[in-house]
């Protein structure tokens, strides 16, 4: 195909589209403009775009009669034979459509005559590549709608290009395209825009907004085969594939495109297609990630290349493997054991070491202090002349220097868990260009990763001090307690962020899991990364919450194996000490943090409550569900809630779902801040802070009476003391529990130590109470919710409770001239309610001529029922006599 010419030249779009040349005078109409349509309409949108460039505007059914070839002809049929005729004849022509957008934009037509005449221009400066696409036919369809839409086409992938339109997300275009972000998108763009072509208003086809609607999928084409995974992570992957427009076959499907194999596992080769590619799980997640099908040669098992290029088709176990299937660090061990063969040399335990990480090593020892791999035995080479002296015999380790190796191998690993997860997760998120850019935003960041920086540096340093002291170790002299003590106030300062708010930082983590498909797939590529150790980011970071109480367990171990004459016991001693006074510290300032946050869900979950009940100096106790059993707070039997406080006590009542839509008219009406209050679970009733209870009052238990229990209370302004009375209904604890707790938070209330004396024990009849106070059967519930149901519907259907417009609504229809008798009821005076519309003068004349006894006015009083009602302004004033 050859590419476009004239305006089909690649440029860059202002304001959706772009000029051909620069903008034109408008002054200067110097063009030559013929319609072409069957009947002269005049003055629709392409008339009037046209009398922009010319003062007189032609009409012609097929231009026939006009052989000017300066002149530009506007047909909106590119399909039809005068478009073919006028194209033979060389003439300049343009569509309605890309008429208008020029006139919008003040640009110039065209002055060359195009061999691809554009409608429109709602690909202007788009330059397109193709891959994937089989049908030649559907190719010169798509490109010459591309053409005709003001677009441009090329073969081959270069700087130039601005999209790929792809029908399979393969090949080296596609790589090339995703590699420099080259907007992959199907065939679908071209042909919904082509079928948009008659509106002018429509955005161009380059915008972003457009483009993400026609954006391919990364397993758009695809058919993969799941191999080797278990059910659950079968059905999890399975649905992210077909999220992602893949299809799922079977393992010996022909038409199978790919293979995803779980680690340790390979297929029978025997059903396998040369061009099927067998591919590691990461390749899978990564495309994911991208969002764009990830280049396979870089996740192609080693064994399915042989497969695939030699033809060799030995049967294997689909089991896992346990030779034939390793990871390149097993790869490069028997590598470098043919090699020691070859030579005659043993393999050192520092060439291992130098090839497993500090993981791998501890995987393949079980312990933490050997990390040393035993080579096997090697075949003897009888032609050698150099004969390997023996290794000199170390010395025995001591008990105190084989616990302080332990505790420099945990430190390692717990180091080296730390930088897995600043650098392989936090610094990829946290950069702004690469695969992971952009996952995460700046605050899901800062709760997961913020606080851990500084935990990292303080071992990071620790642990080169630890090194050194290994390097250096001599029993009587190096002083490990030194070290420690060295970071205490380092420790103290890193340690309380992050283990105060883990839990926050587990939840983010959670919903970003969730929520983010993209970081999912971030997170399992992670997960299988040997670094990590077959470990979740969640696993590792609860690393830091664990590692203290495992550093004190290796201390006071050290001191054990430390003589007392050794100038490191003490050291070692006061060390373990200011690690548990940190510990302690840290664990305090938890609990304080998880106080104030307690205070303020409290204060949120509370309708109306006072606000000073958030303080600095305050601290959530214990909460507790009861009934009330008097009459002095909110009603007997109600559902109240006990919040214990370290300095009051705050009472409210639990809200029920069962009335939560029965609502006046007037409350539709509300602000919305107002409707948030009612959907809190709680309704402030009273405060009661700790100083006014005198007496906590346990109420001997009886058949009738079961966990009841007073508080009596006086505060100054009050000079009688009242009783308020609970029934206990929380299941978390027993009534004599949550009462010692109570005393307990008096006594300190008043810095008094005798927190027994403010609880007594009374039996139900000082306090005049009986058994049949506390029996509230079916009957007494059923009359009690049937009187508060009669009292919210009242409210809700109240004229007091109506709003006005609704009154004045009513009054206008309703007429009070109904009823003429003075002694009917207010049910038959509606009965004789009439619409004002219908209430004849006549009738109010007749009164008067009866001879009524009463006033006519005092006749016509409507009735009570409907009489407006008031509110009196000035009470007090009822009560003057």
């Known amino acids: 195909?050859?590419?476009?010419?004239?305006?089909?030249?690649?440029?860059?779009?202002?304001?959706?589209?772009?000029?051909?040349?620069?903008?034109?005078?408008?002054?200067?109409?110097?063009?030559?403009?013929?319609?072409?349509?069957?009947?002269?309409?005049?003055?629709d949108p392409v008339h009037e775009a046209a009398k922009k460039y010319c003062d007189f505007v032609k009409f012609s059914r097929d231009g026939s009669e006009l052989l000017d070839l300066e002149t530009i002809y506007i047909i909106d049929n590119f399909d039809s034979p005068v478009f073919n005729s006028l194209k033979d004849r060389k003439c300049r022509i343009l569509g309605p459509t890309a008429l208008i957008q020029y006139a919008e934009n003040n640009s110039a037509l065209p002055t060359k005559i195009l061999k691809h005449p554009p409608y429109c221009l709602h690909m202007k400066g788009a330059v397109v590549c193709f891959t994937g696409l089989r049908d030649k036919i559907e190719i010169d369809k798509v490109v010459r709608e591309l053409f005709?839409?003001?677009?441009?086409?090329?073969?081959?992938?270069?700087?130039?290009?601005?999209?790929?339109?792809?029908?399979?997300?393969?090949?080296?275009?596609?790589?090339?395209?995703?590699?420099?972000?080259?907007?992959?998108?199907?065939?679908?763009?071209?042909?919904?825009?082509?079928?948009?072509?008659?509106?002018?208003k429509t955005l161009n086809a380059i915008d972003p907004l457009v483009v993400q609607q026609y954006k391919l999928k990364p397993f758009f084409g695809a058919r993969i085969c799941l191999f080797g995974f278990s059910d659950d992570e079968k059905r999890h992957m399975e649905a992210?594939?077909?999220?992602?427009?893949?299809?799922?076959?079977?393992?010996?499907?022909?038409?199978?495109?790919?293979?995803?194999?779980?680690?340790?596992?390979?297929?029978?080769?025997?059903?396998?297609?040369?061009?099927?590619?067998?591919?590691?799980?990461?390749?899978?997640?990564?495309?994911?990630?991208?969002?764009?099908?990830?280049?396979?040669?870089?996740?192609?098992?080693?064994?399915?290349?042989?497969?695939?290029?030699?033809?060799?088709?030995?049967?294997?176990?689909?089991?896992?493997?346990?030779?034939?299937?390793?990871?390149?660090?097993?790869?490069?061990?028997?590598?470098?054991?043919?090699?020691?063969?070859?030579?005659?040399?043993?393999i050192t335990a520092d060439l291992?070491?130098?090839?497993?990480?500090?993981?791998?090593?501890?995987?393949?020892?079980?312990?933490l202090l050997d990390n040393t791999a035993s080579p096997e035995p090697c075949a003897s080479v009888p032609d050698t002349s150099i004969v390997a002296s023996p290794a000199p015999i170390a010395p025995p380790l001591s008990p105190r220097q084989m616990v302080f190796l332990e505790l420099?191998?945990?430190?390692?690993?717990?180091?080296?868990?730390?930088?897995?997860?600043?650098?392989?997760?936090?610094?990829?998120?946290?950069?702004?260009?690469?695969?992971?850019?952009?996952?995460l935003n700046a605050t899901e960041l800062r709760i997961i990763f913020g606080n851990l920086p500084p935990i990292y540096e303080v071992h990071r340093d620790m642990l080169a001090d630890l090194q050194h002291a290994a390097q250096n170790w001599k029993d009587d002299v190096t002083k490990v307690g030194a070290i420690v003590l060295k970071y205490k106030e380092a420790m103290l300062k890193a340690y309380p962020p992050f283990i105060?708010?883990?839990?926050?930082?587990?939840?983010?983590?959670?919903?970003?899991?969730?929520?983010?498909?993209?970081?999912?797939?971030?997170?399992?590529?992670?997960?299988?990364?040997?670094?990590?150790?077959r470990q979740s980011l969640n696993e590792l970071l609860i690393r830091p919450v664990q590692r203290l109480p495992s550093m004190s367990l290796l201390l006071n171990d050290l001191a054990k194996q430390t003589q007392k004459s050794n100038p490191d016991n003490e050291l070692l001693l006061n060390a373990l000490a200011e690690v548990k006074t940190v510990m302690t510290l840290i664990n305090e300032d938890k609990r304080k943090t998880e106080g104030q946050v307690a205070l303020f869900e409290i204060f949120n979950e509370i309708e109306n409550c006072p606000a000073d009940i958030v303080a600095s100096h305050r601290t959530f106790v214990q909460r507790c569900d009861v009934d009330e059993f008097s009459n002095e707070l909110y009603g007997r039997g109600e559902h109240l809630t006990l919040f214990l406080f370290s300095d009051m006590l705050e009472i409210c009542k639990r809200k029920t779902k069962a009335f939560g839509s029965l609502r006046s008219p007037s409350v539709t009406s509300l602000h919305s801040s107002k409707l948030a209050q009612s959907l809190k679970a709680y309704k402030h009733i009273k405060q009661l802070p700790l100083s006014t209870i005198k007496r906590v009052i346990d109420i001997k238990e009886t058949e009738g009476i079961r966990n009841v229990f007073a508080l009596r209370c006086r505060s100054n302004q009050e000079?009688?003391?009242?009783?308020?009375?609970?029934?206990?209904?929380?299941?978390?604890?027993?009534?004599?529990?949550?009462?010692?707790?109570?005393?307990?938070?008096?006594?300190?209330?008043?810095?008094?130590?005798?927190?027994?004396?403010?609880?007594?024990?009374?039996?139900?009849?000082?306090?005049?109470?009986?058994?049949?106070?506390?029996?509230?059967?079916?009957?007494?519930?059923?009359?009690?919710?049937?009187?508060?149901?009669?009292?919210?519907?009242?409210?809700?259907f109240s004229f007091n409770r109506t709003p006005s417009k609704l009154k004045r609504a009513v009054s206008s229809v309703m007429s009070p001239f109904g009823s003429s008798l003075g002694n009917t009821t207010p049910c038959s005076q509606l009965e004789h309610m009439r619409l004002a519309s219908c209430t004849s003068l006549a009738s109010v004349t007749s009164l008067a001529e009866l001879g009524s006894p009463r006033p006519i006015a005092e006749a016509l009083e409507p009735p009570m029922s409907v009489q407006p009602v008031r509110k009196n302004k000035n009470p007090s004033g009822l009560h003057r006599f």
């Not at 899978?284 to 991208?290: A, D, E, G, I, Y």
């Not at 717990?414 to 946290?430: A, M």
């Not at 009462?739 to 024990?761: G, H, I, M, P, Y």
């Open 408 to 439: 420099v191998q945990t430190e390692t690993n717990y180091v080296d868990i730390l930088h897995t997860i600043v650098y392989l997760f936090k610094e990829p998120l946290e950069s702004k260009d690469g695969e992971s850019a952009g996952l």
């Open 352 to 367: 291992i070491d130098s090839t497993y990480s500090p993981q791998t090593r501890l995987s393949l020892s079980g312990s």
């Open 148 to 200: 005709h839409m003001g677009g441009n086409f090329v073969r081959e992938m270069s700087g130039k290009v601005t999209h790929l339109v792809a029908g399979r997300c393969t090949g080296d275009k596609y790589q090339y395209a995703t590699t420099f972000r080259v907007p992959v998108v199907g065939v679908d763009w071209i042909h919904n825009m082509w079928e948009q072509r008659d509106d002018a």
């Open 1 to 43: 195909m050859e590419d476009a010419q004239g305006e089909n030249q690649a440029g860059n779009p202002s304001n959706g589209y772009a000029p051909d040349s620069p903008p034109s005078n408008p002054d200067m109409k110097t063009a030559k403009i013929c319609i072409i349509r069957e009947d002269e309409v005049r003055d």
């Open 240 to 346: 992210v594939l077909v999220e992602n427009c893949g299809t799922l076959v079977d393992i010996d499907d022909s038409s199978c495109t790919h293979v995803v194999v779980e680690e340790g596992t390979l297929p029978d080769i025997n059903v396998l297609q040369g061009y099927c590619n067998v591919v590691r799980a990461e390749w899978f997640w990564l495309s994911v990630q991208k969002e764009s099908c990830a280049d396979e040669a870089q996740y192609i098992l080693a064994q399915a290349q042989q497969i695939t290029s030699n033809g060799d088709h030995t049967p294997h176990s689909s089991t896992p493997l346990s030779h034939s299937f390793v990871d390149s660090a097993r790869r490069k061990r028997k590598r470098l054991r043919f090699q020691s063969r070859q030579s005659g040399a043993s």
């Open 719 to 796: 000079f009688k003391e009242r009783d308020y009375m609970f029934t206990l209904t929380s299941e978390e604890f027993f009534k004599t529990s949550f009462l010692k707790v109570l005393c307990r938070q008096l006594a300190n209330t008043v810095c008094r130590t005798d927190a027994e004396s403010f609880l007594v024990t009374l039996d139900p009849a000082q306090l005049d109470i009986e058994s049949s106070d506390a029996n509230m059967g079916t009957l007494s519930k059923a009359f009690k919710f049937a009187s508060k149901t009669r009292k919210k519907v009242g409210r809700a």
């Open 500 to 533: 105060n708010f883990f839990e926050d930082t587990k939840k983010m983590l959670l919903s970003c899991d969730e929520n983010n498909p993209r970081f999912h797939a971030f997170l399992k590529i992670r997960y299988s990364r040997p670094e990590c150790g």
